[in-house]
């Protein structure tokens, strides 16, 4: 899997401007999917299975977004300033490198560097390497990802837009490895997750799911002197959200969770997320409302250039994942 996650890290899309990300996954499901279709907000949606008796129609969603920047101004030396799209921390971005989605690359500098003071977005700009406007390649409104290598460190890998290009690589994985399903699976590849579950939330209305759940990065609080207290920790299993600050999750659902990896023998983790949301949001207020849930990866660095998982964590919640489809589901 760690080529398949080194491919999709790799490939640019900050929100709402998959395409590139979108064929690669297209590419990378071939025919492990019943039906490939693409909805009006981009999102790529895998059907597998036929509902049975025993059966539901389920919506699993992994954002394939990632955070960038969009251009606000260009200025006579083609200097470029530019806004968030997503949750960008400033004190990660000096020095960074970006890549705009028609190949220009670009490093972030800084007005003044102050020491003990930290940059807000307004005080950095890109340098294109232009000497001016004329020359400069890049228009108000080009976006950009940042640009970092994929790192394999053995048991951990790092690399920009683990969040959530993990997750899709978790679903493409579950997709080719679900060889029977009671159930009618809606495998989404969201769109715009990181401004507001944008893609999932038209997604969900779409399907109209009876049940469905989000794989997502979470945060880890394992790091040294970490200061929000977090239970999760990389290398112990994928994450079962209890609640995070867009949703709680259903109990039924996370019963059901904890019971499959417990049956499974897999290890699991709770998880609850003071501050971040995922796509399980949009599925459950979709409609009339839908039993939705969550299963995480616990992600070190979320959102900086530099976002760090754990092997183990993503084979486990692939093989907990094959285990929740493959069997009826019953909430209790
Ligand atoms: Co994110
Ligand atoms: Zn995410």
């Not at 200025?75 to 960008?88: K, V, Y």
Request: with cysteine; net charge negative; proline share 5%.
């Amino acid at each position: 899997m760690k080529s398949l996650i080194k491919q999709l890290v790799e490939t640019p899309g900050p929100s709402g401007f998959e395409y590139e990300i979108r064929d690669v996954i297209r590419e990378a499901i071939g025919d492990a999917a019943d039906e490939l279709r693409v909805d009006a907000l981009g999102s790529l949606i895998a059907k597998k299975g036929v509902k049975t008796e025993q059966g539901l129609r389920v919506m699993i969603s992994a954002h394939i977004d990632e955070i960038g920047l969009m251009v606000t101004h260009v200025d006579d030396r083609g200097f470029l300033r530019f806004t968030n799209i997503g949750g960008i921390n400033p004190l990660t971005c000096y020095g960074g490198r970006v890549l705009f989605m028609d190949g220009t690359r670009g490093v972030i500098g800084m007005d003044s560097i102050e020491s003990g003071k930290t940059p807000k977005l307004t005080d950095l700009f890109i340098d294109v390497g232009a000497t001016s406007k004329e020359d400069c390649p890049v228009k108000v409104g080009d976006v950009c990802g940042f640009e970092r290598p994929f790192i394999d460190l053995g048991k951990r890998m790092v690399a920009k837009s683990m969040d959530d290009r993990v997750a899709a690589a978790v679903a493409i994985e579950v997709l080719r490895r679900l060889e029977s399903t009671p159930h009618e699976v809606h495998f989404v590849f969201s769109t715009q997750e990181e401004v507001g579950l944008r893609g999932a939330t038209t997604a969900a209305y779409g399907i109209d799911p009876d049940l469905g759940f989000a794989i997502d990065v979470t945060r880890s609080g394992d790091t040294p002197r970490f200061s929000p207290k977090m239970a999760t920790a990389l290398g112990d299993g994928p994450a079962i959200k209890v609640r995070d600050s867009s949703f709680i999750a259903d109990p039924r659902l996370v019963d059901w969770m904890i019971k499959a990896a417990e049956e499974a023998g897999l290890p699991y983790q709770l998880e609850v997320l003071e501050a971040g949301g995922t796509d399980g949001r949009a599925i459950q207020l979709t409609r009339g409302g839908v039993p939705a849930g969550c299963v995480s990866i616990a992600c070190r660095y979320i959102h900086s250039p530099s976002e760090m998982v754990d092997s183990d964590d993503v084979e486990n919640a692939v093989q907990l994942l094959v285990k929740l489809l493959s069997e009826p589901i019953v909430l209790k």
